[in-house]
Protein backbone atom coordinates (compact mmCIF):
# COMPACT_ATOMS: atom_id res chain seq x y z
CA UNK A 1 0.00 0.00 0.00
CA UNK A 2 1.51 3.28 -1.29
CA UNK A 3 -0.94 5.61 -1.00
CA UNK A 4 -1.38 7.13 2.83
CA UNK A 5 -3.53 9.81 4.46
CA UNK A 6 -1.32 12.17 6.76
CA UNK A 7 -3.19 14.89 8.63
CA UNK A 8 -2.93 16.87 11.44
CA UNK A 9 -5.68 18.15 14.30
CA UNK A 10 -4.19 21.53 15.47
CA UNK A 11 -6.48 23.23 18.23
CA UNK A 12 -5.52 25.26 21.44
CA UNK A 13 -5.12 22.58 24.33
CA UNK A 14 -6.79 23.45 27.66
CA UNK A 15 -5.10 23.37 30.27
CA UNK A 16 -6.36 20.40 32.52
CA UNK A 17 -9.39 19.85 30.47
CA UNK A 18 -9.45 16.65 29.24
CA UNK A 19 -13.37 16.52 28.11
CA UNK A 20 -12.86 19.63 26.37
CA UNK A 21 -10.10 18.45 24.58
CA UNK A 22 -11.57 15.21 24.07
CA UNK A 23 -14.16 17.15 21.92
CA UNK A 24 -11.53 19.03 20.23
CA UNK A 25 -10.21 15.90 18.57
CA UNK A 26 -13.95 14.54 17.64
CA UNK A 27 -14.54 17.47 16.25
CA UNK A 28 -11.22 17.80 13.96
CA UNK A 29 -12.06 14.53 13.00
CA UNK A 30 -15.48 15.08 11.70
CA UNK A 31 -14.19 18.08 9.65
CA UNK A 32 -11.19 16.03 7.52
CA UNK A 33 -12.04 15.35 4.25
CA UNK A 34 -10.52 12.02 3.61
CA UNK A 35 -10.96 8.62 5.48
CA UNK A 36 -8.19 5.73 5.88
CA UNK A 37 -5.81 4.15 5.77
CA UNK A 38 -3.25 6.96 7.21
CA UNK A 39 -2.77 8.91 9.98
CA UNK A 40 -3.66 11.75 12.09
CA UNK A 41 -1.44 13.91 14.57
CA UNK A 42 -2.42 15.49 17.29
CA UNK A 43 -0.66 18.13 19.43
CA UNK A 44 2.03 17.06 22.73
CA UNK A 45 -0.13 16.12 25.63
CA UNK A 46 -3.22 16.82 23.53
CA UNK A 47 -5.60 15.95 26.83
CA UNK A 48 -4.22 18.24 29.04
CA UNK A 49 -1.60 20.48 28.70
CA UNK A 50 1.51 21.02 30.75
CA UNK A 51 -1.09 21.07 34.20
CA UNK A 52 1.49 19.66 36.31
CA UNK A 53 -0.59 19.66 39.53
CA UNK A 54 -2.96 17.86 38.05
CA UNK A 55 0.18 14.95 36.20
CA UNK A 56 -0.84 11.97 38.77
CA UNK A 57 -4.78 12.01 37.84
CA UNK A 58 -3.79 12.59 34.25
CA UNK A 59 -1.46 9.55 33.83
CA UNK A 60 -4.56 7.60 35.75
CA UNK A 61 -6.91 8.10 32.29
CA UNK A 62 -4.22 7.78 29.86
CA UNK A 63 -5.47 4.13 29.36
CA UNK A 64 -8.92 5.25 29.28
CA UNK A 65 -7.87 8.31 26.60
CA UNK A 66 -5.83 5.21 24.55
CA UNK A 67 -9.44 3.53 24.40
CA UNK A 68 -11.49 6.69 23.38
CA UNK A 69 -8.71 7.18 20.64
CA UNK A 70 -8.86 3.26 19.49
CA UNK A 71 -12.58 3.96 19.05
CA UNK A 72 -12.46 7.08 16.90
CA UNK A 73 -9.90 5.37 15.04
CA UNK A 74 -12.00 2.17 14.04
CA UNK A 75 -14.55 4.90 13.29
CA UNK A 76 -12.57 7.14 10.98
CA UNK A 77 -10.17 4.21 9.70
CA UNK A 78 -7.60 6.55 10.49
CA UNK A 79 -4.20 5.68 12.41
CA UNK A 80 -4.25 8.75 15.93
CA UNK A 81 -0.75 9.84 16.85
CA UNK A 82 -0.27 12.16 20.14
CA UNK A 83 1.60 12.55 23.09
CA UNK A 84 0.00 11.60 27.03
CA UNK A 85 1.25 10.68 30.21
CA UNK A 86 2.53 7.89 30.81
CA UNK A 87 2.46 6.84 34.81
CA UNK A 88 5.71 3.96 35.11
CA UNK A 89 7.24 2.79 38.75
CA UNK A 90 11.26 3.20 39.85
CA UNK A 91 12.76 2.44 42.40
CA UNK A 92 12.60 6.27 43.16
CA UNK A 93 8.80 5.48 42.91
CA UNK A 94 6.29 6.93 40.28
CA UNK A 95 7.93 8.55 37.76
CA UNK A 96 6.38 9.90 34.10
CA UNK A 97 7.26 9.78 30.65
CA UNK A 98 6.11 11.74 28.12
CA UNK A 99 5.07 9.43 25.23
CA UNK A 100 3.59 9.41 21.59
CA UNK A 101 1.25 6.28 21.14
CA UNK A 102 0.29 5.59 17.82
CA UNK A 103 -3.41 4.12 18.12
CA UNK A 104 -5.03 1.78 15.23
CA UNK A 105 -8.44 0.83 15.14
CA UNK A 106 -7.10 -2.44 17.18
CA UNK A 107 -5.13 -0.40 20.31
CA UNK A 108 -1.98 0.79 20.52
CA UNK A 109 0.58 0.03 17.45
CA UNK A 110 3.50 1.71 18.92
CA UNK A 111 4.89 3.84 21.83
CA UNK A 112 7.78 6.86 21.30
CA UNK A 113 9.25 8.30 24.80
CA UNK A 114 9.99 11.88 24.82
CA UNK A 115 13.96 11.91 24.54
CA UNK A 116 14.96 15.78 25.84
CA UNK A 117 13.20 17.33 28.45
CA UNK A 118 12.33 21.28 27.55
CA UNK A 119 13.94 22.91 31.24
CA UNK A 120 12.54 26.27 30.30
CA UNK A 121 8.77 24.42 30.66
CA UNK A 122 9.99 22.53 33.63
CA UNK A 123 9.81 19.16 31.63
CA UNK A 124 12.97 17.84 33.76
CA UNK A 125 11.26 18.60 36.87
CA UNK A 126 8.23 16.07 36.10
CA UNK A 127 8.93 13.74 33.38
CA UNK A 128 11.61 11.34 32.93
CA UNK A 129 13.23 11.18 29.71
CA UNK A 130 12.96 8.14 27.57
CA UNK A 131 15.57 5.64 26.00
CA UNK A 132 16.15 3.33 22.92
CA UNK A 133 14.23 5.67 20.54
CA UNK A 134 12.95 3.46 17.84
CA UNK A 135 10.39 3.63 15.09
CA UNK A 136 6.64 2.29 15.91
CA UNK A 137 5.74 -0.74 14.06
CA UNK A 138 2.00 -0.62 12.21
CA UNK A 139 0.70 -1.80 9.60
CA UNK A 140 1.96 0.65 6.92
CA UNK A 141 5.55 -0.44 8.34
CA UNK A 142 7.90 1.42 10.85
CA UNK A 143 6.95 5.14 11.80
CA UNK A 144 9.79 7.13 13.54
CA UNK A 145 8.23 9.55 16.59
CA UNK A 146 9.71 12.92 17.71
CA UNK A 147 7.79 15.10 20.96
CA UNK A 148 8.26 19.01 20.25
CA UNK A 149 12.26 19.52 21.28
CA UNK A 150 13.51 16.38 20.06
CA UNK A 151 13.20 18.19 16.89
CA UNK A 152 16.28 19.74 17.54
CA UNK A 153 18.02 17.05 17.96
CA UNK A 154 18.79 15.34 14.38
CA UNK A 155 19.90 12.09 15.16
CA UNK A 156 16.81 10.93 16.73
CA UNK A 157 15.02 11.22 13.42
CA UNK A 158 18.69 9.65 11.60
CA UNK A 159 18.26 6.86 14.34
CA UNK A 160 14.57 5.47 13.59
CA UNK A 161 15.35 6.19 10.00
CA UNK A 162 17.92 4.23 9.93
CA UNK A 163 15.37 0.80 10.91
CA UNK A 164 13.48 1.53 8.07
CA UNK A 165 11.03 4.60 9.04
CA UNK A 166 9.81 6.53 5.74
CA UNK A 167 7.51 8.31 7.58
CA UNK A 168 8.13 10.93 11.22
CA UNK A 169 4.93 11.84 13.30
CA UNK A 170 6.13 14.76 15.32
CA UNK A 171 3.69 16.26 18.40
CA UNK A 172 4.56 19.66 19.46
CA UNK A 173 4.00 22.35 21.92
CA UNK A 174 6.43 25.27 20.03
CA UNK A 175 5.81 28.25 21.05
CA UNK A 176 5.06 31.47 18.35
CA UNK A 177 8.41 32.95 19.40
CA UNK A 178 10.30 30.61 18.15
CA UNK A 179 8.25 29.38 14.89
CA UNK A 180 11.14 30.16 12.08
CA UNK A 181 13.01 27.43 13.88
CA UNK A 182 10.10 24.94 13.73
CA UNK A 183 9.36 25.19 10.02
CA UNK A 184 13.23 25.13 9.00
CA UNK A 185 14.01 21.97 11.50
CA UNK A 186 10.81 19.82 10.37
CA UNK A 187 11.77 20.71 6.12
CA UNK A 188 15.66 20.11 6.99
CA UNK A 189 14.56 16.64 9.20
CA UNK A 190 12.62 15.85 5.66
CA UNK A 191 15.40 16.44 3.76
CA UNK A 192 18.28 15.31 5.31
CA UNK A 193 16.14 11.87 6.33
CA UNK A 194 14.22 12.30 2.77
CA UNK A 195 11.28 10.80 4.32
CA UNK A 196 7.55 12.34 4.32
CA UNK A 197 6.51 14.38 7.96
CA UNK A 198 3.14 15.09 9.47
CA UNK A 199 3.59 17.55 12.73
CA UNK A 200 1.24 19.22 14.74
CA UNK A 201 1.63 22.01 17.11
CA UNK A 202 -0.51 23.88 19.39
CA UNK A 203 -2.12 26.79 18.50
CA UNK A 204 -3.35 29.35 21.24
CA UNK A 205 -2.10 30.61 24.60
CA UNK A 206 -1.24 29.07 27.79
CA UNK A 207 -0.40 30.89 30.96
CA UNK A 208 2.32 33.20 29.52
CA UNK A 209 3.35 31.19 26.18
CA UNK A 210 1.67 31.66 23.26
CA UNK A 211 1.93 28.71 20.74
CA UNK A 212 2.45 29.17 16.95
CA UNK A 213 0.74 26.95 15.13
CA UNK A 214 1.64 26.19 11.95
CA UNK A 215 1.05 22.52 11.77
CA UNK A 216 2.95 21.28 8.43
CA UNK A 217 3.20 18.30 6.23
CA UNK A 218 6.47 18.24 4.49
CA UNK A 219 7.16 15.96 1.35
CA UNK A 220 11.07 13.62 1.45
CA UNK A 221 12.35 16.65 -0.91
CA UNK A 222 11.88 18.99 1.59
CA UNK A 223 8.56 20.75 -0.33
CA UNK A 224 5.91 22.06 2.56
CA UNK A 225 2.48 20.05 1.29
CA UNK A 226 0.23 21.34 3.74
CA UNK A 227 0.56 24.32 6.04
CA UNK A 228 -1.88 25.29 9.03
CA UNK A 229 -1.81 29.25 10.10
CA UNK A 230 -2.05 29.92 13.75
CA UNK A 231 -5.84 29.23 14.13
CA UNK A 232 -7.48 25.90 15.21
CA UNK A 233 -7.36 23.79 11.87
CA UNK A 234 -7.98 20.34 10.73
CA UNK A 235 -6.33 19.74 7.42
CA UNK A 236 -4.20 16.88 5.61
CA UNK A 237 -3.88 15.18 2.08
CA UNK A 238 -2.93 11.72 0.24
CA UNK A 239 0.55 11.86 -0.22
CA UNK A 240 2.21 8.51 -2.17
CA UNK A 241 5.15 6.68 -0.25
CA UNK A 242 6.77 5.35 -3.62
CA UNK A 243 8.40 9.23 -3.88
CA UNK A 244 10.47 8.19 -0.58
CA UNK A 245 12.34 5.24 -3.20
CA UNK A 246 12.48 7.43 -6.33
CA UNK A 247 14.31 10.70 -4.21
CA UNK A 248 16.46 8.14 -2.85
CA UNK A 249 17.52 6.14 -5.66
CA UNK A 250 18.67 9.50 -6.74
CA UNK A 251 21.36 9.86 -4.65
CA UNK A 252 20.85 8.92 -0.62
CA UNK A 253 21.42 11.20 2.00
CA UNK A 254 19.51 8.80 4.73
CA UNK A 255 20.60 5.30 5.05
CA UNK A 256 24.33 5.27 4.24
CA UNK A 257 26.19 5.13 7.94
CA UNK A 258 29.87 4.55 7.69
CA UNK A 259 32.25 4.80 10.05
CA UNK A 260 34.78 7.23 9.98
CA UNK A 261 36.60 7.50 13.16
CA UNK A 262 39.00 5.17 15.11
CA UNK A 263 38.24 4.43 18.11
CA UNK A 264 41.54 4.03 19.33
CA UNK A 265 41.53 8.05 19.07
CA UNK A 266 39.48 8.00 22.26
CA UNK A 267 42.69 6.67 24.37
CA UNK A 268 44.07 10.10 25.00
CA UNK A 269 46.72 11.94 27.57
CA UNK A 270 45.60 13.63 30.75
CA UNK A 271 46.94 17.37 29.03
CA UNK A 272 44.85 16.88 26.05
CA UNK A 273 41.73 15.35 27.82
CA UNK A 274 41.35 18.06 30.36
CA UNK A 275 41.39 20.91 27.25
CA UNK A 276 39.08 18.61 25.62
CA UNK A 277 37.10 18.25 28.79
CA UNK A 278 37.09 22.33 29.23
CA UNK A 279 35.90 22.62 26.05
CA UNK A 280 33.12 20.26 26.80
CA UNK A 281 32.17 22.52 29.53
CA UNK A 282 32.08 25.83 27.75
CA UNK A 283 30.02 24.23 25.00
CA UNK A 284 27.04 23.19 27.79
CA UNK A 285 28.28 19.48 27.64
CA UNK A 286 27.77 17.29 30.90
CA UNK A 287 31.12 15.23 31.97
CA UNK A 288 30.96 12.11 33.24
CA UNK A 289 33.63 10.19 34.97
CA UNK A 290 34.19 6.99 36.50
CA UNK A 291 37.18 4.02 36.36
CA UNK A 292 38.07 0.70 37.08
CA UNK A 293 40.81 -2.26 35.70
CA UNK A 294 38.38 -3.13 33.26
CA UNK A 295 40.29 -6.76 33.38
CA UNK A 296 38.06 -9.41 31.06
CA UNK A 297 35.43 -6.81 30.42
CA UNK A 298 31.95 -8.25 30.89
CA UNK A 299 28.30 -7.78 31.05
CA UNK A 300 28.76 -6.23 34.33
CA UNK A 301 31.37 -3.82 33.17
CA UNK A 302 28.92 -2.67 30.20
CA UNK A 303 26.20 -2.47 31.89
CA UNK A 304 27.55 -0.44 34.41
CA UNK A 305 29.34 1.93 31.71
CA UNK A 306 25.89 2.19 29.75
CA UNK A 307 24.35 3.49 32.78
CA UNK A 308 27.23 5.79 33.79
CA UNK A 309 26.83 7.23 29.95
CA UNK A 310 23.32 8.06 31.05
CA UNK A 311 24.13 10.45 33.14
CA UNK A 312 25.35 13.24 31.25
CA UNK A 313 26.47 14.10 27.74
CA UNK A 314 30.10 12.65 27.70
CA UNK A 315 31.98 9.56 29.42
CA UNK A 316 35.42 9.60 30.62
CA UNK A 317 36.76 6.52 32.06
CA UNK A 318 39.68 6.29 33.86
CA UNK A 319 41.67 3.01 33.29
CA UNK A 320 44.42 1.72 35.94
CA UNK A 321 47.84 0.81 34.65
CA UNK A 322 49.23 -2.28 34.91
CA UNK A 323 51.30 -1.53 37.45
CA UNK A 324 48.49 -0.54 39.48
CA UNK A 325 46.74 -3.66 39.17
CA UNK A 326 49.63 -5.48 40.23
CA UNK A 327 50.10 -3.13 43.41
CA UNK A 328 45.67 -3.56 44.14
CA UNK A 329 45.05 -7.44 43.04
CA UNK A 330 48.83 -9.01 42.85
CA UNK A 331 51.26 -10.19 40.07
CA UNK A 332 48.89 -12.32 38.10
CA UNK A 333 47.07 -9.47 37.33
CA UNK A 334 45.80 -7.92 35.02
CA UNK A 335 45.03 -11.16 32.51
CA UNK A 336 44.62 -8.15 29.70
CA UNK A 337 47.45 -5.50 29.21
CA UNK A 338 46.76 -1.92 29.48
CA UNK A 339 46.48 -0.87 25.98
CA UNK A 340 44.70 -4.07 25.21
CA UNK A 341 42.15 -3.41 27.81
CA UNK A 342 41.94 0.53 26.83
CA UNK A 343 41.40 -0.69 23.12
CA UNK A 344 38.33 -2.98 23.76
CA UNK A 345 37.07 0.21 26.35
CA UNK A 346 37.49 2.63 23.69
CA UNK A 347 35.39 0.70 21.14
CA UNK A 348 32.31 0.43 23.17
CA UNK A 349 29.76 3.33 21.78
CA UNK A 350 28.73 4.55 25.53
CA UNK A 351 32.45 5.60 26.00
CA UNK A 352 33.58 9.06 24.83
CA UNK A 353 37.11 8.89 26.10
CA UNK A 354 39.92 6.77 27.99
CA UNK A 355 43.01 7.83 29.97
CA UNK A 356 45.05 5.60 31.99
CA UNK A 357 46.17 6.23 35.61
CA UNK A 358 49.08 5.05 37.33
CA UNK A 359 48.67 6.38 41.14
CA UNK A 360 47.21 4.05 43.81
CA UNK A 361 43.60 6.44 43.03
CA UNK A 362 41.97 8.51 40.49
CA UNK A 363 42.36 11.77 42.65
CA UNK A 364 44.50 13.62 40.42
CA UNK A 365 42.17 12.84 37.42
CA UNK A 366 39.10 13.76 38.99
CA UNK A 367 40.67 17.30 40.53
CA UNK A 368 42.04 18.00 36.84
CA UNK A 369 39.15 17.12 35.26
CA UNK A 370 36.47 18.17 37.40
CA UNK A 371 33.92 16.83 36.40
CA UNK A 372 29.73 17.55 36.44
CA UNK A 373 28.86 13.70 37.07
CA UNK A 374 31.41 11.40 39.55
CA UNK A 375 29.73 7.57 39.55
CA UNK A 376 30.83 4.71 41.31
CA UNK A 377 29.52 1.09 42.08
CA UNK A 378 26.89 1.35 45.17
CA UNK A 379 28.64 -0.99 46.81
CA UNK A 380 30.49 1.95 47.54
CA UNK A 381 29.30 4.61 50.03
CA UNK A 382 29.33 8.51 48.73
CA UNK A 383 31.50 9.16 52.03
CA UNK A 384 34.29 6.62 50.90
CA UNK A 385 34.87 7.58 46.96
CA UNK A 386 37.91 9.03 45.89
CA UNK A 387 37.00 12.68 44.55
CA UNK A 388 33.06 12.66 45.70
CA UNK A 389 34.22 16.31 48.38
CA UNK A 390 36.06 17.45 45.46
CA UNK A 391 33.14 16.98 42.60
CA UNK A 392 30.52 17.95 45.28
CA UNK A 393 32.40 20.64 46.43
CA UNK A 394 32.69 22.41 42.58
CA UNK A 395 29.08 21.82 41.68
CA UNK A 396 28.95 18.81 40.91
CA UNK A 397 27.50 15.20 41.95
CA UNK A 398 27.95 11.93 42.50
CA UNK A 399 25.91 9.09 40.96
CA UNK A 400 26.19 5.35 42.34
CA UNK A 401 25.16 2.80 40.29
CA UNK A 402 23.82 -1.10 40.87
CA UNK A 403 26.39 -3.81 39.48
CA UNK A 404 25.23 -6.72 37.68
CA UNK A 405 25.02 -9.71 40.28
CA UNK A 406 27.15 -12.80 40.22
CA UNK A 407 29.21 -11.38 37.77
CA UNK A 408 33.22 -10.44 38.29
CA UNK A 409 36.29 -10.97 36.70
CA UNK A 410 37.72 -12.56 39.31
CA UNK A 411 34.74 -14.72 39.12
CA UNK A 412 35.08 -15.45 35.75
CA UNK A 413 38.90 -16.09 36.24
CA UNK A 414 38.27 -19.08 38.50
CA UNK A 415 35.84 -20.79 36.18
CA UNK A 416 38.40 -20.64 33.28
CA UNK A 417 40.79 -22.26 36.01
CA UNK A 418 38.47 -24.68 37.16
CA UNK A 419 37.82 -25.72 33.85
CA UNK A 420 41.12 -25.84 33.46
CA UNK A 421 41.55 -28.73 36.10
Known amino acids: MTQLYLGFLQFDVQTGEIEANLDQVKNGLENLSQQGPGFVVLPELWAAGFDYPTLSRQAARTTELLFELQKLSNQYQLCLAGSLPEPAKSAQGEIFYNTLSIVGPQGVMGMYRKQNM ?8 YFTPGSSP ?8 PVAGLICYDLRFPELARHQVKYGAKLLLVSAQWPAVRI ?10 AIENQIYIAACNHCGTSGNTKFGGHS ?3 GPDGQVLSLAGEKAEAGG ?3 DTVLVNEIRARFNTAIPSPHRFFDRDKIIDLPKLAKLVQQYKEGGCRVVFTNGCFDLLHEGHV ?3 EEARKQGDCLVVGLNTDA ?17 RARVLAALSCVDHVV ?6 PLNLITTLIPDVLVKGADWSVETIVGAREVMEAGGRVATINLVNDISTTGLIGKIRNKRS
Open 356 to 361: LFGEET
Open 134 to 141: CPMQTDSG
Open 180 to 189: DHWQALLKAR
Open 324 to 340: SIRSIKGPERPVNQEMS
Open 237 to 239: LLI
Open 216 to 218: MIV
Open 303 to 305: TYL
Open 118 to 125: FAPLAEDR
